[in-house]
């Protein structure tokens, strides 16, 4: 038998480094994939489970912060989910404004039904990246606690410049605001940004960035946030909303990362979401 040189050893070994970092990113590949094709995102998820599954393996009785491969999968993982759950058809509002004053509405509960499931799966990975990543914490900053007070206000402009804005991307948009669907709307946007908000800004940004560095996993999460935001359609407009949702993305993690805390980027994403609601059940036309 061959006894293998010590040289052929070190050289085996140089390889070990190049093969755990390309394992590392690999989660974050996947989901970028998925969120840039759509029809990979319900296979995408198994995969992502199995990956996650072997590096607890392979990292078991390690501490993540030191052996970050379970971080790193742990990661992606509600994203992938996120992204699993809406290319699943939604239930459609019912026509006219049957159900736009509806506390349970269609799409207000589709939405709650999957804020519980991404946010639910969030939780059970804690064990594995910490609570403290997720940025799950009150602001030290007093003026960040009263600016997320007043978040409530950016639903205004929301609503006035909103159906506009859509309007050469869409087409006409005429909205109606009756005042039951309050409930409804709150319970969309709020679902939606709390959802969206610990898979980006918590999940992928703060155990991402433990994983592959805060600077990889701040744009990591941008450009997810963007990808997830472009529609199943080929529209003309499609690359502008991607931008926009990127340079979103973006802000709400540095004000996450400089806050060291959700509280203000989760307070705005639920009011200007509240026009969304009405966008899918109260839409004229």
């Known amino acids: 038998m061959t006894v293998p040189s010590f040289s052929s050893l070190g050289r085996t070994r140089s390889w070990l480094p190049s093969i755990a970092t390309a394992v590392r990113w690999a989660p974050f590949v996947l989901v970028v994939v998925s969120a840039a094709a759509r029809e990979t995102r319900v296979g995408v998820l198994p995969v992502l ?22 971080l790193a999968w742990a990661a992606a993982l509600p994203v992938g989910l996120g992204l699993a759950w809406g290319a699943i058809p939604a239930p459609a509002a019912l026509p006219g404004l049957g159900s736009c004053a509806d506390p349970l509405s269609p799409p207000a509960a589709w939405r709650a039904l999957e804020a519980l499931t991404v946010l639910g799966t969030s939780a059970a990975l804690v064990p594995i990246g910490g609570r403290e990543l997720l940025l799950l914490r009150r602001p030290s900053d007093r003026r960040v606690v009263a600016l997320a007070a007043l978040a409530p206000l950016a639903t205004i402009p929301a609503i006035l410049l909103g159906p506009p804005a859509a309007g050469p991307f869409f087409g006409e948009v005429n909205l109606a605001f009756p005042p039951g669907a309050f409930v409804p709307a709150t319970l969309l946007a709020v679902s939606n940004a709390a959802l969206e908000e610990v898979a980006y800004r918590g999940a992928l940004l703060g155990w991402g960035g433990r994983a592959v560095g805060p600077g990889a996993a701040l744009l990591i999460q941008a450009v997810m946030f963007g990808l997830a935001h472009g529609g199943p359609d080929e529209q003309f407009g499609a690359p502008l909303i991607i931008t926009g949702m990127i340079a979103s993305g973006l802000v709400a ?18 009011a200007v979401d509240i026009p969304m609601y009405h966008a899918l059940a109260c839409r004229l036309g």
């Open 253 to 270: 993690g540095l004000v996450a990362r400089r806050t060291g805390s959700l509280l203000l980027p989760f307070a705005i994403h639920a």
């Open 49 to 70: 489970l199995a990956g996650l599954f072997a590096a607890l393996l392979a990292d078991r009785g390690r501490p993540s912060a030191a052996h970050p491969l379970a």
